[in-house]
């Protein structure tokens, strides 16, 4: 079964808009972490943001914003205010701590696309 | 501070040789994690690592593949016999500590380009 599920292949926005990009995940696991990364044109994977399963709070930094709803188990990024360089392919992920390992399971991504 | 270092950034072998991937974590990370990514997926774990031991290496496939993170120097993922299925983008991540009340966030390096020709 698929723990991450990115169902936004593509996505396109204005230069200045808003975009949320979708992120659903599965797990049975009180504790664990959700992932957002930037991966470029160029091909280096850029984190972004971190929201903790037991956070009171979502996160934010900066432009980016986690829509974090633990009982629909979702973890929707929000990008205020998009760029031309936010252009790029955005990858879920989520670790959970399973017999001590720190792996990270990813989404296949989304391709966003900023238009001016 | 330098980020996580890769090396090389592109690697082409004909098949049959083998490939040697370098990666030197962030300074003070003592945590090292090999991702390989196939083209239009997701980025899928092999390894982890800790100084001198093999934390989990439930994604590496059992056969021509192998990781060491020695005390000291580089983190290396090695390929023997490699063939055309193992070109792909190889990542590597490093982190400073475990635990999710650490946060323990994965950085990783700009990835090595493997092309087996």
């Known amino acids: 079964a698929q723990k991450i599920t990115q169902t936004q292949p593509g996505m396109f926005v204005q230069e200045k808009e808003a975009v949320t990009l979708d992120c659903t995940y599965d797990?049975?696991?009180?504790?664990?972490?959700l992932f957002w990364y930037k991966q470029p044109s160029s091909g280096e994977m850029i984190f972004l943001i971190y929201?903790?399963?037991?956070?009171?709070q979502n996160a934010t930094e900066g432009r980016y914003s986690l829509n974090f709803q633990k009982a629909r188990k979702s973890a929707n990024l929000v990008i205020s205010a998009s760029q031309l360089g936010d252009s790029a392919m955005y990858f879920c992920?989520?670790?959970?701590?399973?017999?001590?390992?720190?792996?990270?399971?990813f989404g296949k991504g989304t391709k966003l696309t900023v238009n001016p | 501070n330098a980020g996580v270092m890769q090396n090389p950034r592109h690697l082409v072998r004909r098949r049959g040789q083998e490939a040697r991937l370098r990666c030197s974590p962030m300074?003070?990370?003592?945590?090292v994690y090999w991702y390989r990514q196939l083209p239009e997926e997701g980025l899928k774990f092999m390894v982890y690592?800790?100084?001198?031991?093999?934390?989990?290496e439930s994604g590496m496939p059992k056969e021509r593949f192998s990781a060491e993170f020695p005390k000291e120097g580089p983190s290396i993922l090695r390929i023997q016999q490699v063939v055309r299925g193992d070109s792909a983008a190889y990542f590597c991540?490093?982190?400073?500590?475990?635990?999710?009340?650490?946060?323990?966030?994965?950085?990783f390096g700009a990835g090595t380009r493997l092309s087996v020709l």
């Open positions: 991540a490093s982190s400073p500590s475990m635990g999710l009340q650490a946060k323990n966030i994965q950085y």
């Open positions: 797990t049975s696991d009180p504790s664990y972490g």
């Open positions: 929201q903790g399963s037991y956070d009171q």
């Open positions: 992920a989520m670790r959970e701590p399973q017999g001590g390992s720190e792996k990270l399971v």
């Open positions: 300074k003070g990370h003592s945590h």
């Open positions: 690592l800790q100084k001198e031991n093999i934390i989990d």
